[in-house]
């Protein structure tokens, strides 16, 4: 990307994730990236091209992160919770970078409904097919159906506990603050939760 590129695509990432993408205007990314609407329309096309730079400026990087991970664990003997660390790290390591505001529109297009949706919905299980193969194997007897429908819920999960990490502790009330619950055992607990979810009832689990 050019210097104008990640200007545009970093400020649409911020409004989109705080007011909708539905709620910002190619002028409001314009006036933030300090670039003009011609920039936009050169560089993406439209507000939609916009929105889908955005979302696979680290899809990439969710996807190439996890299929390493995934490709470190031994096949038929992986569990699930193995499998859930393998699907949220690569999620912290975007919020490691910067990329709360991304995972926070990630989750809100799933949440809503609104534009963007089929970029991700798209792709995901494509993307995550290495994934749902190993779900394949360590649970032969659950339908494909089943298992994409766990994997998709991990994801809304995810999203939704690490796009807002200070949001999650105020719900929990006032004595869960950063001191008492450092964001390590929020991932951790997160992990338990995704295991939970991926492995499905207590008889299916191994």
């Not at 200007?7 to 007011?19: D, G, H, I």
């Not at 011609?38 to 969710?62: N, T």
């Not at 950063?178 to 964001?183: F, K, V």
Request: hydrophobic share 45%.
């Amino acid at each position: 990307m050019t210097s104008t590129e990640q200007r545009l695509v970093a400020a649409a990432e911020r409004l989109f994730a705080e007011q909708g993408v539905g709620a910002v205007s190619l002028r409001t990314v314009m006036q933030a990236a300090e670039t003009n609407v011609a920039a936009i329309h050169y560089h993406f096309g439209s507000k939609e091209g916009l929105l889908d730079a955005v979302l696979r400026s680290r899809l990439d990087q969710v996807t190439g992160e996890r299929n390493a991970a995934l490709a470190e664990l031994s096949g038929d003997e992986v569990t699930a919770r193995e499998l859930a660390v393998a699907f949220v790290r690569p999620v912290v390591t975007v919020l490691g970078s910067g990329g709360e505001h991304w995972i926070r529109l990630v989750g809100h297009l799933l949440a809503t409904d609104e534009n963007g949706l089929g970029v991700l919905s798209g792709s995901f299980l494509q993307r995550n097919a290495r994934f749902v193969e190993l779900l394949e194997r360590k649970f032969p007897g659950v339908p494909r159906r089943t298992l994409d429908f766990r994997l998709t819920q991990a994801m809304h999960v995810t999203l939704n506990v690490l796009g807002d990490v200070e949001r999650v502790r105020r719900l929990l009330g006032p004595d869960s603050t950063p001191r008492a619950w450092p964001l390590d055992d929020v991932v951790a607990d997160l992990v338990e939760v995704v295991t939970s979810v991926l492995a499905g009832p207590s008889g299916e689990r191994q």
